[in-house]
């Protein structure tokens, strides 16, 4: 049943916790709803209850790169809420350190199938169910390690380079109906970074000018913002958010 409800719908990929959840927090405080996915169904639904409920939020558990969930993300939130507004491809994968050399070919497949056509997919349907005829706005969720070489993780760092060439593509065709762009983080304090920081916290953090790593909050605060009115007449854009660690690059 179709909630009867004017204000506007963002669909988030893996918002059950960390960035995504920080994203889906940020939108139901300025007053819209969300629509939320993650493998974990139980966690789905601890989120949809910290996010304020039913009325609030919707949770669909699945994997972002099966189609066959895309499709029933998009036409449950289609059913609950009437609308999807905005989309955040959130959801990542990073299952790889090492030297590129060894890299396994199907585990970089795995990644980029999770990356990058995840959020192709989920870009093509909200288009197809509502976007390119109401509008709305669309934010890939990428990383510094896309602008960048990223030792150990190369192939999340050519994955999440393919995705800001996604959001230049998309933002090309989609333009003037949807907006979109692109987030670019640096470490942000979430299970997914752990390993980055765990217990060199002290370390880390004297690369990062600002002097502490990412919250989520800070994500969520960017991306209510490219999601709003506010940035009307930004896409195609790449926000880099990284507590000033590029301002430390030099020949
Ligand atoms: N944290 C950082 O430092 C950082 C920096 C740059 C970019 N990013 C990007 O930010 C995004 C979110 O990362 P995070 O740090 O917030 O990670 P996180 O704390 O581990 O949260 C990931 C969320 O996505 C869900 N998820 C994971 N794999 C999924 C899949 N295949 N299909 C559907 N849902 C999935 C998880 O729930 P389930 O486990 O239940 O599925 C969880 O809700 C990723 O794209 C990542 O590449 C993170």
């Known amino acids: ?29 300025r007053g819209d709803r969300v629509v ?25 558990a699945g994997k972002a790169h099966d189609e066959a969930h895309q499709a029933a993300v998009v036409e449950q939130a289609m059913e609950t809420f ?18 590129i050399a060894d890299v396994d070919l199907n585990v970089a497949r795995k990644v980029f199938e999770t990356n990058v056509i995840s959020a192709l997919g989920f870009a093509q349907r909200t288009w197809k169910a509502w ?5 709305g706005t669309i934010v890939n969720i990428a990383s510094v ?22 959001t230049l593509q998309l933002a090309h065709e989609f333009a003037p109906v949807v907006r979109v762009n692109a987030i670019a983080p640096a470490v942000v304090k979430t299970k997914f970074a752990t390993a980055l920081y765990e217990g060199r916290e002290e370390e880390v953090i004297a690369r990062y000018p600002m002097g502490r790593l990412g919250v989520p909050e800070d994500i969520g605060g960017a991306a209510a ?7 009307a007449w930004i896409t195609g854009q790449t926000l880099v958010i990284d507590g000033g660690i590029f301002l430390n690059a030099s020949v």
Do not use: C
């Open 82 to 99: 009437g609308r999807i507004d905005h989309l955040v491809n959130n959801a990542g994968t990073n299952p790889v350190f090492g030297p």
């Open 131 to 135: 976007q390119s005829q109401h509008g």
């Open 36 to 60: 939320i996915t993650g493998r974990n169904e139980d966690a789905l639904k601890e989120a949809v209850e910290k996010l304020g409920g039913p009325g609030h939020a919707l949770g669909v």
């Open 145 to 166: 390690a896309g602008l960048n070489a990223s030792p150990f993780v190369g192939p999340y760092g050519i994955s999440k380079a393919a995705m800001i060439n996604l």
């Open 225 to 231: 913002f490219l999601t709003s009115p506010a940035a």
């Open 1 to 29: 049943m179709t909630t009867e409800n004017s204000t506007e719908v963002a669909l988030v990929t893996g918002a059950s916790r960390g960035i995504g959840f920080g994203i889906a927090q940020a939108i139901v405080a």
